[in-house]
């Protein structure tokens, strides 16, 4: 399993809050997924958005009523919640999140959350004031006490006018936790994978830095594949600039003697580890304390010295490690070298060049070598060489268990 949405069931519950239009934006976001989504709707919801733009998205028909004997749900009032693999309230109101925490079971929302067995995740979406009362306070918690995954509310321009706490969470977020709690059903579940991901910057003063063009799109990709398939992943990176990925310990490490502090350190209890970070092979030998001044200075000289490089350093019976290889010219042939001299199990080479920009780019065309061979891949996402990387990390794995 690549993608843990797809194929998914899933019952999404909306109430009748005025975030109940980003429902549709999330239907079509889970059904892109692959998941086969079966919207729920209270009547408040009904008022604010209308049920055939929901059955238009997701190709099924909306619960509404339980007692219409002409709704599958009508037929049978859990049937909905005995088949779906993930319930999503969002957004969730106040009462229904009273109605929640109570056990009411009045329509198909709280009726599916009360009868199901499967994950929940509740994203609330109200006033700031109706989000701060002590009554959804205490059911929040009922809730997340139960076992219930709540994402959000978070700060921002409410629909009363206001700036407050009750904005309901963002789509990609929701995807984000949704993808994580499916995942637990992966093929990694019992893996610890590390990955590192980013360039490094080597402080020349406390405002310059050397560092180089990688972004770190790469790493953040494998280490969401991973997660995907429910490894247990840490992330050791410079790039504070991606969006964190659900369920993944983020480390940050701007420097390389911080990345190989953290690589050493979470290396040793991982199965494999993913280096996608581009390290610098360079530091200035000394960084000054104060900005480096240009007055009265025509030309500056840089001393810099070589920094560690823990590939070959960082071994341990089991531990898998896959490095990565860009160059400029004799791709194949330097990751040949660097496999060896790294003592690596796989090296991902790429070629750099004018024509291939794959600094920040979400897609890559990669060579994965390995002792045995080569396998040219064609250009694809990053996040598919992602799960191909995984998918030679389990093989790996079994070889050696
Ligand atoms: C236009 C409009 C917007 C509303 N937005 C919210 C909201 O964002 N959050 C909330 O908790 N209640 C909101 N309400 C109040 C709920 O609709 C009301 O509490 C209702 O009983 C909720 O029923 P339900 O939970 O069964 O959908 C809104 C009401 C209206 C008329």
């Known amino acids: 399993m690549k993608n843990p949405l797809e194929k998914c069931s899933i ?13 549709l934006d999330l239907a079509s976001k ?9 919207p729920l709707m209270t009547d408040g919801a009904t008022k604010i958005v209308t049920p055939i733009a929901f059955t238009a998205i997701t190709h099924n028909s909306v619960a509404l009523d339980l007692y219409d004997p002409s709704s599958d749900i009508g037929m049978d009032h859990v049937s909905v919640a005995k088949t779906i693999d993930l319930l999503i309230v969002a957004p969730a109101t106040a009462n229904t999140i009273a109605k929640m925490a109570l056990g ?5 929302v709280t009726t599916t959350y009360l009868a199901t067995e499967s994950p929940v995740l509740v994203i609330p979406a109200m006033d700031g004031n109706m989000y701060s009362n002590k009554a959804t306070q205490n059911n929040i918690k009922t809730l997340k006490d139960s076992g219930v995954s709540i994402i959000g509310p978070y700060k921002g321009h409410l629909a009363s006018g206001l700036q407050g706490i009750g904005r309901m969470a963002a789509t990609n977020e929701i995807i984000d936790y949704a993808k994580l709690i499916m995942a637990q059903n992966g093929d990694m579940t019992s893996y610890k994978i590390v990955v590192t991901a980013g360039g490094t910057k080597e402080p020349l003063d406390p405002i310059r830095v050397i560092t180089n063009r990688s972004s770190g799109k790469m790493g953040f990709a494998i280490a969401e594949a991973a997660r995907d398939r429910g490894a247990e992943v840490t992330l050791i990176t410079s790039s504070t600039a991606l969006p964190n990925i659900a369920g993944i310990h983020t480390v940050i490490a701007e420097t390389a003697d911080e990345m190989a502090t953290q690589t050493k350190l979470y290396s040793k209890k991982a199965d494999a580890i993913v280096m996608a ?12 304390l104060e900005k480096i001044k240009k007055l009265g200075v025509d030309k500056l000289n840089l001393e810099l010295t070589k920094t560690e490089d823990v590939v070959a350093s960082i071994n341990h019976q089991k531990l898998i490690k896959v490095g990565f290889a860009a160059e400029t010219q004799n791709v194949v042939q330097n990751a040949k070298r660097k496999l060896k001299e790294k003592n690596l199990d796989l090296i991902i080479a790429n070629q750099i060049s004018q024509e291939t920009p794959v600094f920040g780019a979400d897609t890559n065309k990669v060579i994965f070598v390995n002792k045995n061979g080569e396998e040219d891949l064609p250009e694809m996402g990053k996040y598919d060489i992602g799960q191909l990387i995984i998918d030679r990390v389990k093989a790996m794995a079994h070889q050696i268990a």
């Open 104 to 108: 009411i079971a009045d329509n198909p």
């Open 277 to 288: 970070a581009a390290v610098s092979d360079w530091k200035p030998t000394v960084a000054s």
């Open 11 to 23: 019952g999404l519950g909306i109430t009748g809050s005025i975030a109940s239009y980003k429902a």
């Open 30 to 38: 889970l059904v892109q997924q692959g998941a086969s989504v079966h």
